[in-house]
């Protein structure tokens, strides 16, 4: 366990050591949030915050679990298609 302080400006750093640990490099984003009093700093993904706003999308507009099987099976479609062209 080691102990860090806040700037000023609110910035601390995250030890080495646990930097390593969890493989964070400096084009790691991190989620930050409040939980019981603590201070989360959470790695996201680029996959990870796409999945969340098509979750919010696809919540806010109301699509059914059918509707949303339909619309990944068009896009895998096109994406095979894509990727590999009539007669490869």
């Known amino acids: ?3 860090v302080s806040p700037t000023p400006k609110g910035q601390v750093t ?3 050591p646990i930097r390593d640990a969890l493989g964070l490099t400096p084009k790691t984003k991190l989620r930050v949030y409040a939980d019981r009093g603590r201070v989360v700093l959470e ?3 680029p ?3 796409l999945l969340e706003e098509l ?3 696809a919540r806010q507009k ?3 679990r059918e509707d ?3 619309e990944v099976e068009a896009v ?3 994406l095979i298609k894509k990727l590999y062209p009539a007669g490869d």
Request: glycine fraction near 4%; charge should be negative.
């Open 1 to 3: 366990m080691e102990f």
């Open 43 to 45: 790695p996201v993904f």
């Open 14 to 16: 995250i030890p080495k």
């Open 68 to 70: 949303l099987e339909r």
């Open 62 to 64: 109301g699509y059914t």
């Open 55 to 57: 979750e919010a999308e």
């Open 47 to 49: 996959l990870d915050s």
């Open 76 to 78: 895998r479609e096109q």
